[in-house]
């Protein structure tokens, strides 16, 4: 049998949380942190299909953050879309979810100083052409910043 993987800071505070709620009766953000940790896990699973472009990889910390930002990007786009429909208290609770999930990507995503920093360095490796400085920023700055924060701080930098 395979042994255990280690737990990820961001797992063990997730799990550890789960209890907290449970012992609070907060089932919104009981299930919002089950749902966190089933699409860790998720990730995980399909790692093991020989099929799956990552087969094989084993999990990382940047994973689990980049499983929680996704959840997030899917309440993002899900609340225009009730609000359109006129369910507002599905969109609540698409919102509420997002804050729960913001609370743990918040401790590991740059401040716009830090991204400016990093954007600083790049251009002086790359130059000042944004076609150039963007995607190493992206990749350098991905699952700690927002890409759309980071491609504004590019541009205002490579004017």
Do not use: W
């Not at 797992?11 to 789960?18: A, G, H, I, S």
């Not at 089950?34 to 999990?59: F, Q």
Request: aromatic share 4%; proline share 2%.
């Amino acid at each position: 049998m395979a042994e255990a993987r280690q737990e990820f800071p961001i797992e063990q505070q997730l799990r550890k949380d789960v209890q907290e709620a449970q012992r609070a009766r907060d089932q919104l953000r009981l299930d919002t942190l089950r749902m966190a940790l089933g699409a860790i896990h998720n990730l995980e699973v399909a790692r093991t299909d020989r099929k799956n472009a990552e087969y094989g990889r084993a999990l990382t910390e940047t994973d689990c953050l980049r499983v929680v930002e996704q959840e997030v990007k899917k309440r993002q786009q899900a609340i225009p879309l009730y609000e359109q429909g006129g369910r507002t208290e599905l969109a609540d609770k698409e919102r509420q979810e997002m804050n729960i999930l913001q609370g743990y990507l918040q401790g590991s995503q740059l401040s716009d100083d830090e991204v400016r920093a990093v954007v600083a360095r790049l251009i002086e490796a790359n130059g000042k052409d944004f076609r150039r400085v963007m995607p190493v920023a992206a990749k350098e700055t991905k699952g700690r910043a927002n890409g759309a924060r980071v491609q504004q701080i590019v541009r205002e930098m490579t004017q």
